[in-house]
């Protein structure tokens, strides 16, 4: 598999439409680039994952982007099985991976089989959040009302935080889109969700992905032996794995700490492979990759009070930043004064232009106002933060992501089958 450069990682790539397409996703670029598999094919994204999974099951939900399950389940490539273990490994995107496969001895196995070198799309932006509200409901963020780390409260006009719900509206208010794993449950069929204790009855869990079963595991050892067990009976079993995405943030993930982490969760993976019941189907997506941030591309907005100009509050995340606006700012201004100080760093638009281009799907209008009046997505390896209003530490994170280049947008989706035991 021929791997981008440096240069092309931290290149912006153009969204993948919302849709069940597997040839024609409505862009112009559909044709395969430096050997590699063609992209922009609407099926490959990561709201197809859990709508093909059900179809594998033998249960197709369709959801409202995605009326065609068995149309994503031959277009990602999943066999039909009577039980399936999903594993989502936060921060895990494809090319960090590829970058790092010397330490994942299992993963790398996978990624050698041609089917598995095509990486999906997350949602846009590129953070957790988002994307787990995404994968959850086979849907996009335009109708899960989850639109970023941060955004606009509607209720109160004022920021809240969607990883705890902090000054976040309730999470079944906010995010109304029925779960897939609803749908499965609502049929009959067993869907189980690995976890950690904490995590069981988190404002996140219940907006992004409630109607599981919700079995807990202290250790990550239990999480996994729970869902192994769980895979003897038929349906539908989901582990999540933070570690990847907490040591990329704190280390970088192009530290040693990164790699030894990944080596961990390849270790951890595999064990499922051992012990989960012969015929059960493994899938191992991520939810977002991730970009080095430097030093000399921090853009702190306390020391450029320019940027300040029209801006009543800022959202989102130092990779993809929502600016709402004062009542008689005019965005076009404000892009304009953004665009001046910061050039090329920086790639913005209009809500309405993100809208019209279908960056978060089909927009609920009750939606629309979470979103910015402007959105801005940086470029390369900038981070835009504001030390008046953020931590030291969370202003220098040495690893990021919420932008639309290819390292954080491109996800793996890696298949395999256990195999029968030869005794
Ligand atoms: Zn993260």
């Known amino acids: 598999m021929s791997t981008p450069d440096e240069h092309e990682l931290v290149a912006m790539v153009p969204g993948v439409p919302y849709g069940d397409g597997i040839v024609d996703g409505g862009s112009q670029e559909t044709d395969a680039v430096g050997g590699r598999p063609p992209r922009h094919?609407?099926?490959?994204?990561l709201s197809s994952v859990l709508p093909a999974l059900s179809s594998a099951i033998g249960h197709p939900i369709p959801t409202?982007?995605?009326?065609?399950?068995?149309?994503?389940?031959?277009?990602?490539?999943?066999?039909?099985?009577?039980?399936?273990?999903?594993?989502?490994?936060?921060?895990?995107?494809?090319?960090?991976?590829?970058?790092?496969?010397?330490?994942?001895?299992?993963?790398?196995?996978?990624?050698?089989?041609?089917?598995?070198?095509?990486?999906?799309?997350?949602?846009v932006p590129s953070t957790t959040v988002a994307a787990m509200g995404v994968f959850g409901t086979g849907t996009c963020p335009g109708l899960t009302g989850m639109t970023g780390y941060t955004q606009r409260n509607t209720d109160n006009g004022r920021i809240c935080q969607l990883i705890q719900f902090r000054d976040a509206p309730d999470p079944l208010d906010l995010q109304r889109v029925p779960t897939v794993f609803e749908g499965l449950a609502d049929e009959g069929v067993r869907v189980t969700s690995c976890g950690m204790p904490r995590f069981e009855h988190s404002a996140l869990t219940r907006a992004a992905l409630r109607g599981a079963d919700y079995r807990c595991g202290t250790t990550a050892h239990d999480r996994?032996?729970?869902?192994?067990?769980?895979?003897?009976?038929?349906?539908?079993?989901?582990?999540?794995?933070?570690?990847?995405?907490?040591?990329?943030?704190?280390?970088?993930?192009?530290s040693r700490?990164?790699?030894?982490?990944?080596?961990?969760?390849?270790?951890?993976?595999?064990?499922?492979?051992?012990?989960?019941?012969?015929?059960?189907?493994?899938?191992?997506?991520?939810?977002?990759?991730?970009?080095?941030?430097?030093?000399?591309?921090?853009?702190?907005?306390?020391?450029?009070?320019?940027?300040?100009?029209?801006?009543?509050?800022?959202?989102?995340?130092?990779?993809?930043?929502?600016?709402?606006?004062?009542?008689?700012?005019?965005?076009?201004?404000?892009?304009?004064?953004?665009?001046?100080?910061?050039?090329?760093?920086?790639?913005?638009?209009?809500?309405?232009?993100?809208?019209?281009?279908?960056?978060?799907?089909?927009?609920?209008?009750?939606?629309?106002?979470?979103?910015?009046?402007?959105?801005?997505?940086?470029?390369?390896?900038?981070t835009i933060v504001d030390s008046r209003e953020q931590t030291d530490l969370a202003t220098r994170l040495p690893g990021v992501h919420g932008s639309r280049t290819m390292i954080e947008t491109d996800v793996p989706c890696l298949i395999d089958v256990v195999p029968r035991r030869s005794r």
């Not at 068995?70 to 989502?88: D, H, K």
């Not at 509050?313 to 008689?328: S, T």
């Not at 993100?354 to 910015?372: E, H, N, W």
């Open 41 to 45: 094919q609407a099926a490959l994204h």
């Open 64 to 123: 409202r982007v995605h009326d065609d399950p068995a149309g994503l389940r031959s277009a990602l490539g999943l066999p039909e099985v009577r039980s399936a273990i999903v594993v989502l490994v936060d921060g895990l995107g494809f090319w960090n991976l590829v970058s790092r496969a010397g330490h994942a001895r299992y993963l790398r196995s996978l990624l050698n089989d041609s089917a598995n070198q095509r990486p999906l799309s997350t949602c």
């Open 224 to 254: 996994l032996s729970a869902a192994c067990e769980s895979a003897r009976t038929p349906g539908l079993t989901y582990v999540y794995i933070r570690d990847v995405d907490k040591t990329g943030h704190a280390q970088g993930w192009e």
């Open 257 to 382: 700490d990164w790699a030894a982490t990944v080596e961990r969760v390849d270790s951890q993976i595999a064990y499922l492979r051992r012990c989960a019941p012969a015929g059960t189907l493994l899938v191992i997506v991520a939810d977002h990759g991730m970009v080095s941030a430097r030093e000399e591309d921090r853009i702190d907005m306390a020391s450029r009070p320019r940027l300040d100009e029209g801006v009543a509050m800022m959202g989102g995340e130092p990779r993809a930043p929502m600016l709402y606006l004062h009542e008689d700012a005019d965005p076009a201004d404000v892009i304009g004064r953004w665009k001046a100080e910061l050039g090329d760093r920086i790639e913005m638009m209009t809500r309405e232009q993100a809208i019209s281009r279908g960056l978060y799907g089909p927009v609920d209008p009750r939606v629309a106002p979470m979103i910015g009046d402007v959105v801005a997505w940086s470029c390369g390896h900038t």
